[in-house]
């Protein structure tokens, strides 16, 4: 049995050690929000947070984020308002959608770590998310507008 | 959370969904009593019912619910559909509910999301079913306060009495309204009275892709369900002569290990199912079987000799001709100015950011499917002829799609899921490995095309076009000896008014290798090859390439275009050191204009600095997901001109994953700018037409600035 802590909630799963986080969240809790998209780390589909690092959870053993938090797109907030998911929102960013649990939880990180990112921060930190509809220029508005909106949210 | 996406379109659901405990008023145009608009009252609801007459429904508590009988796979169905809907019944956009339909080409006729069609094909229906009904509602209430129905009017779901301001709900009228005649000739709005209709609307399926609570293929879940990965032959096709699955047993998890033996493009395939009941446990079983395939009796092909051959074609053959008018042929072979030459692209994969995967239970004497699926309608009848079992009882359940492009319309998928679930008598989910998904195909195909022609006095006096490639109707049987009717698409309808010797041809070429539609489809490589050599014509004429397109495309859309793109572009503007490309293609209906501005980059090659897309799709529902998907479709080829190529090297496909076969990223993106031409023409496509001019357009500022003429994709920017 392995002890996980998923979106604040505590988890008893019966699995193989080996058996890669994107697996047990999707098939053992169901937590089907974080995609699988490439199984080797190319694509940032499966990203989701380990103690508050975006790691990809395709190549992440589960005995890894024992002890740990785990925060997956399903519990990034309460009611789809991070700023994120505000300006993702409002400049419509998705198209067929099936990345952006992944691009968001990595836009997540970006803001905590660098409220104001320049477009080369956006790139740095995006650049691990492939999106095959080609929703890039769209990415990029929503990061700086939830940048904005979190500057307001401070104030 | 918007709950409606958590609801399987399966009949319980869907009656707890429309609260049919009362009544509703259903539309659509196949009802029994051929009447646009009825009523099902609760005691003659059955499944039937249901099936065969509701396209939408308002129940009795007003709410509308529309069954999308299109996929949405990105290009915005789940929400264009609705926001047409919303414009002539009068209602919010946020009280209609949309679920998938099922497979049903008898209640919605074609049902397969390609061809950018979902719009073009039915908006004239739903226009005018939604003011069928809304007129009804209008009559139902002027009936019931005894006023004269020119004073009532429609708003936000509710009929209100114009002089006395009464206001009744549409819901309270539902039951009324559906006793009513069907009005012939209901009015509907002109394009300048729209309030919904081409306004830059927020996507419905927004918020629910935010949350994880958008429910695609994978994410679907069946009781007792198993999950299953297949080994397939990396040869694309032959059987299999021994495998050990010694090692693959001993992985936690693993419950079966067969053989599935299907018939895939007309050839028979087998592979190696492990099912187990987790996906990891699938896929880790299928990494430690070791087998030996049966490859004996099979062209092992090779990407260099594809070209080469299809080149040796282009050589000696004419080919089967598709457009023909007068003599250019004699007209080249007497000129001594003749500007003869090869393009080609490759072989590419759809490479959807979801791998496929599907669900199927078989259940005996009926089979359920739940998936990605861009054809239902295909789908049932594929499955329906290879199980030996009745269309109708082959349910076919449509989820969210994470990509399409063409391949999500191919039934091997759902098939190979349905030959597993009867195996070992449980429902199962089939998930494919992205090496799986990039190695088996099918592909766009690789394609050489001939160009030659003429130009005399500034224009072209003869063109011939020759195209050898595969056909990608031949898998579903399509005839051989008859031209592949689109070698002619992506070219311009209005040329063959301005250019009086012509000629489009077919070379038939076959390969065993499988190739389906790869979004845009032909147009997507025509497009290249013809537009370029549009700019090799404009070159030799020493003409403006925009001018020497004007000059050709005497047609008022086309001219509108041709002002609208050097308008927003600043063409005639350019700086020295800038190199500026046009390109222009018909797609789906709909003609598309970019024009690509390039520099040298100081580290090597060129870099694109700006994009400038110009859209003329007729009448269209929301502009902002047009620009979306024009901004989508510009990505989709840079990476189809920059980077991609499936080669094939012993009958092998040579890429695996995202690593040798990559994605544009964030940083490749040059700023796009998108223009939509607005007229009252009829609606075109919107999903692909943007793709095809991409690559010319490029290219051709490439030209423009190094002098350099690029005529094999891909090509890379680094090293131009």
């Given at each position: 049995m392995i002890t996980l802590n998923v979106n604040n909630k505590t988890y008893q799963v019966d699995v193989s050690p080996d058996m890669p986080l994107l697996w047990v969240v999707r098939d053992t809790l169901?937590?089907?929000?974080?995609?699988?998209?490439?199984?080797?780390?190319?694509?940032?589909?499966?990203?989701?947070?380990?103690?508050?690092?975006?790691?990809?959870?395709?190549?992440?053993?589960?005995?890894?984020?024992?002890?740990?938090?785990?925060?997956?797109?399903?519990?990034?907030?309460?009611?789809?308002?991070?700023?994120?998911?505000?300006?993702?929102?409002?400049?419509?960013?998705?198209?067929?959608?099936?990345?952006?649990?992944?691009?968001?939880?990595?836009?997540?990180?970006?803001?905590?770590?660098?409220?104001?990112?320049?477009?080369?921060?956006?790139?740095?930190?995006?650049?691990?998310?492939?999106?095959?509809?080609?929703?890039?220029?769209?990415?990029?508005?929503?990061?700086?507008?939830?940048?904005?909106?979190?500057?307001?949210?401070?104030? | 959370m918007?709950?409606?996406?958590?609801?399987d379109n399966t009949r319980r659901s869907f009656l707890k969904l429309t609260g049919l405990g009362g009544a509703a008023l259903c539309m659509g145009f196949y009802l029994p009593s051929d009447a646009a608009v009825t009523l099902i009252k609760p005691s003659d609801l059955t499944a039937a019912d249901i099936e065969m007459c509701a396209w939408i429904l308002i129940n009795t508590s007003g709410k509308v619910t529309l069954v999308s009988h299109r996929a949405e796979m990105g290009q915005g169905a789940y929400h264009s559909i609705p926001q047409i809907i919303a414009e002539e019944l009068e209602v919010n956009l946020k009280d209609i509910d949309v679920i998938f339909a099922q497979g049903n080409e008898k209640k919605y006729g074609n049902q397969i999301t390609g061809g950018s069609s979902t719009i073009r094909s039915s908006y004239k229906r739903l226009l005018q079913l939604s003011a069928t009904a809304r007129e009804m509602l209008i009559t139902a209430a002027a009936l019931q306060w005894k006023v004269s129905v020119n004073d009532c009017y429609a708003e936000a779901g509710h009929v209100i009495h114009r002089p006395s301001a009464k206001k009744m709900h549409y819901g309270e009228l539902v039951l009324q309204a559906s006793k009513l005649e069907a009005p012939k000739n209901p009015k509907l709005k002109k394009i300048s009275e729209y309030k919904l209709i081409r306004q830059p609307l927020h996507r419905l399926d927004t918020p629910m892709k935010l949350n994880g609570s958008a429910i695609f293929g994978l994410d679907k879940k069946i009781p007792g369900m198993l999950y299953a990965a297949v080994e397939r032959n990396p040869r694309l096709r032959g059987k299999v002569k021994s495998f050990d699955d010694s090692e693959a047993k001993k992985i936690p998890?693993?419950?079966?290990?067969?053989?599935?033996?299907?018939?895939?493009?007309?050839?028979?395939?087998?592979?190696?199912?492990?099912?187990?009941?987790?996906?990891?446990?699938?896929?880790?079983?299928?990494?430690?079987?070791?087998?030996?395939?049966?490859?004996?009796?099979?062209?092992?092909?090779?990407?260099?000799?594809?070209?080469?051959?299809?080149?040796?074609?282009?050589?000696?053959?004419?080919?089967?001709?598709?457009?023909?008018?007068?003599?250019?042929?004699?007209?080249?072979?007497?000129?001594?100015?003749?500007?003869?030459?090869?393009?080609?692209?490759?072989?590419?994969?759809?490479?959807?950011?979801?791998?496929?995967?599907?669900?199927?239970?078989?259940?005996?004497?009926?089979?359920?499917?739940?998936?990605?699926?861009?054809?239902?309608?295909?789908v049932q009848d594929f499955i329906s002829t290879q199980m030996g079992i009745a269309k109708d009882k082959v349910i076919v359940n449509m989820t969210f799609l994470g990509g399409g492009f063409g391949r999500k319309a191919f039934t091997d998928y759902p098939h190979e899921a349905v030959l597993i679930s009867k195996e070992i008598g449980a429902p199962v989910q089939v998930v494919w490995s992205r090496e799986d998904d990039l190695k088996q195909g099918p592909y766009r195909p690789g394609i050489s095309y001939r160009c030659e022609g003429v130009v005399s006095e500034?224009?072209?006096?003869?063109?011939?076009?020759?195209?050898?490639?595969?056909?990608?109707?031949?898998?579903?049987?399509?005839?051989?000896?008859?031209?592949?009717?689109?070698?002619?698409?992506?070219f311009l309808e209005p040329y063959y008014a301005s250019i009086k010797n012509l000629s489009i041809s077919d070379v038939p070429f076959e390969t065993p290798l499988p190739t389906m539609w790869w979004r845009s489809v032909y147009a997507s490589t025509n497009g290249f090859a013809y537009e370029s050599f549009m700019d090799e014509m404009a070159v030799e004429a020493g003409k403006d390439p925009l001018d020497f397109r004007r000059t050709h495309l005497q047609d008022k859309r086309c001219q509108k275009l041709i002002d609208k793109m050097e308008e927003v572009s600043g063409w005639k503007k350019r700086n020295k050191n800038e190199g500026y490309g046009v390109a222009i293609?018909?797609?789906?209906?709909?003609?598309?204009?970019?024009i690509v501005k390039v520099s040298k980059n100081i580290s090597g090659g060129v870099k694109i600095d700006k994009v400038w897309a110009v859209m003329d799709c007729g009448w269209y529902v929301n502009p902002d997901i047009i620009r979306a998907q024009v901004e989508g479709s510009i990505v989709m080829g840079l990476g189809a001109a920059t980077i991609h190529e499936i080669t094939f090297k012993d009958g092998k496909v040579e890429q695996n994953n995202f690593y040798d076969y990559p994605m544009p990223r964030i940083t490749d993106i040059p700023p796009i700018e998108v223009y939509i031409i607005e007229n009252e023409e009829d609606a075109g496509g919107v999903g692909e037409p943007a793709l095809p001019p991409f690559a010319p357009a490029l290219t051709n500022a490439i030209f423009d600035l190094t002098g350099k003429r690029i005529r094999k994709l891909p090509f890379s920017l680094a090293t131009v």
């Open positions: 169901g937590l089907t929000g974080t995609k699988f998209g490439c199984g080797v780390a190319q694509c940032g589909a499966c990203v989701l947070h380990l103690d508050g690092e975006a790691v990809r959870s395709c190549v992440t053993k589960v005995s890894r984020a024992e002890g740990k938090k785990i925060i997956t797109i399903e519990g990034l907030s309460a009611n789809n308002d991070h700023p994120a998911q505000l300006a993702w929102e409002e400049i419509d960013v998705p198209q067929c959608g099936y990345c952006h649990s992944g691009q968001i939880m990595s836009a997540a990180v970006l803001l905590r770590e660098n409220p104001k990112p320049t477009d080369k921060d956006i790139d740095d930190a995006m650049s691990g998310n492939i999106c095959r509809c080609g929703t890039y220029p769209r990415v990029r508005k929503a990061i700086h507008l939830a940048a904005e909106m979190q500057e307001k949210d401070k104030k | 918007d709950s409606k996406n958590n609801i998890g693993v419950k079966n290990i067969f053989v599935v033996k299907m018939m895939v493009h007309n050839t028979i395939r087998e592979g190696i199912a492990v099912v187990a009941d987790s996906t990891w446990a699938a896929l880790e079983g299928k990494k430690a079987l070791r087998v030996t395939w049966d490859d004996t009796g099979f062209e092992h092909v090779n990407s260099l000799e594809i070209f080469k051959r299809q080149e040796d074609f282009l050589k000696i053959k004419e080919g089967l001709p598709l457009k023909s008018q007068g003599n250019p042929t004699a007209i080249i072979e007497k000129s001594k100015k003749k500007v003869d030459v090869i393009y080609q692209t490759p072989y590419q994969s759809h490479s959807c950011m979801e791998p496929l995967n599907c669900i199927a239970h078989f259940q005996g004497d009926k089979i359920e499917i739940w998936g990605p699926i861009q054809a239902p309608g295909w500034g224009k072209i006096e003869a063109l011939k076009f020759r195209m050898a490639g595969q056909n990608n109707d031949h898998w579903s049987g399509g005839k051989k000896d008859v031209p592949n009717d689109s070698t002619s698409e992506g293609t018909e797609c789906f209906k709909s003609t598309v204009g970019h």
